[in-house]
């Protein structure tokens, strides 16, 4: 006889839920707090077009900020996936008023974050999905 196994139905994708917080505060919040999750940006002048936090999978994800500094500082960007550290990048030297962008392709569903720093002091948390 012919043994196979039943034919197996791919994971669903619906079972990563929205994030329940969409995003929080840290003790550099005042420098850096505005930022954003986004579908589509502008990437003149680094603000977002399509504001979101549910992603499909292989969609690139932006996160756009603006820096408000009081003296000179570093922003420091770190990407987490089912919290795990994905990716981290740190800005160059920043003196004035600044908006940035970073960007990251996820191609499968998870549970994301990204945290903003400034000098080494969290800003702000922004939490998102891929499903």
Same mark, same amino acid.
């Given at each position: 006889?012919?043994?196979?196994? =039943?034919?197996?139905? +791919?994971? *669903?994708?619906?079972?990563?839920?929205?994030?329940? !917080?969409?995003?929080?505060?840290? +003790?550099?919040?005042?420098?850096?707090? *505005?930022?954003?999750?986004? &579908?589509?940006?502008? =990437? $003149? !002048?680094?603000?977002?077009? %399509?504001?979101?936090?549910?992603?499909? =999978?292989? %969609?690139?994800?932006?996160?756009?900020?603006?820096?408000? +500094? $009081?003296?000179?500082?570093?922003?420091?960007? $770190? @990407?987490?996936?089912?919290?795990?550290?994905?990716? *981290?990048? &740190?800005?160059?030297?920043?003196?004035?008023?600044? #908006?940035?962008?970073?960007?990251?392709?996820? +191609?499968? =569903?998870?549970?994301?974050?990204?945290?903003?720093? @400034?000098? #080494? %002091?969290?800003?702000?948390?922004?939490?998102?999905? !891929?499903?």
């Amino acid at each position: 006889g012919d043994g196979r196994p =039943p034919n197996q139905q +791919p994971a *669903s994708v619906s079972n990563v839920p929205d994030p329940k !917080v969409l995003t929080e505060s840290g +003790p550099a919040s005042a420098v850096i707090f *505005s930022a954003t999750t986004a &579908s589509s940006i502008n =990437p $003149k !002048v680094l603000i977002p077009i %399509q504001p979101e936090h549910v992603f499909k =999978p292989g %969609q690139i994800v932006y996160v756009t900020y603006t820096v408000h +500094p $009081k003296g000179k500082g570093k922003v420091t960007v $770190k @990407w987490y996936t089912n919290n795990l550290l994905f990716h *981290s990048y &740190s800005s160059g030297t920043i003196t004035d008023i600044t #908006n940035g962008s970073t960007q990251e392709p996820f +191609p499968s =569903p998870m549970e994301g974050k990204v945290e903003l720093y @400034w000098n #080494n %002091q969290l800003a702000i948390r922004l939490y998102f999905v !891929v499903r």
